[in-house]
């Protein structure tokens, strides 16, 4: 028995076992929930149901957040195997390589910032939209990931860093707009962790070990770390928790690296 035990969960975002979403599989699994999870491309299918097998599920949906009909499809889909939804992860993220490396302005294109606040910022509030009839009159919750570069300058960062901040802001709008009805809405803004999408940052492998050195807990976050407090948030444990953004990134956020 968990305190999740007897809750649907939607995880979107899983794509190795290094995905933050895994680790948020995982620790909801063990917390008792049920999950559900999608994937993007058919030739992620397999592996997708494979980890999906790991914790005990075969509701693998495709849901490709660029295209309206697949978010659409996914919710029908996931309607005939559930009648209602209490949790929604979502931990998805994408920039066209040139918008995340080197000058930020050089870096800069109309194309590059579309596409990253289409993927990484709108798809939170258009998911949360589509699961709305499913999440409805079950007092769950929304969640998604978000990262320092919203906040501050991060090198490299650059126009996820914009997309970031969107993202924030649509987790206080979503609060707004849910919670009349019961449905909480959050993120983790979560320290880096070498996963396939931080491994487009260029010279990720630097933040990772800066962070190391000055945060207060001199680490760095694991997707264990991140999973449990996601577990938390979307659990009746958080049931007065909305529109936070809870840092989970050894305390870096707090200090003035150097003046620590
Ligand atoms: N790794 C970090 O350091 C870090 C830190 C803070 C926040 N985050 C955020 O965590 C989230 C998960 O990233 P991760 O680090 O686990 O990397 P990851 O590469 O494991 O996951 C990124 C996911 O985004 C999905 N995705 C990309 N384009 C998509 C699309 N069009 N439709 C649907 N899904 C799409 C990918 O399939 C993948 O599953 C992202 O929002 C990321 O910005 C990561």
Redesign the pocket.
Known sequence: MGFLNGKRILV?????N?????GIARACHQQGAQLAF???GDR?KDRVSEFAGEFGSNIVLP????DDAQIEATFSALQSSWDGLDGLV?????APREAIAGDFLEGLSREGFRVAHD??AY?FPALAKAALPLLKGRNGSVL????LGSEKVVPNYNT?GLA?ASLEASVRYLASALGPLGIRANAI??????????SGIKD?SSILKFVEAHAPLRRNVT?EDVGNVAAFLLSDLAAGITGEITHVDAGFSTVTPGME
Do not use: E, N, Q, W
Not at 12 to 16: E, I, M, Q, R
């Open positions: 979107t975002g899983v794509l190795s290094r995905s933050i979403a895994y999608t994937y993007v992620f849901c490709d957040v660029a979502h931990s998805i993220g994408f993927i990484s798809s998604t990931l978000t990262y996820m970031k803004s979560a320290g880096p962790i070498k996963t396939l999408a931080a990720f997707i």
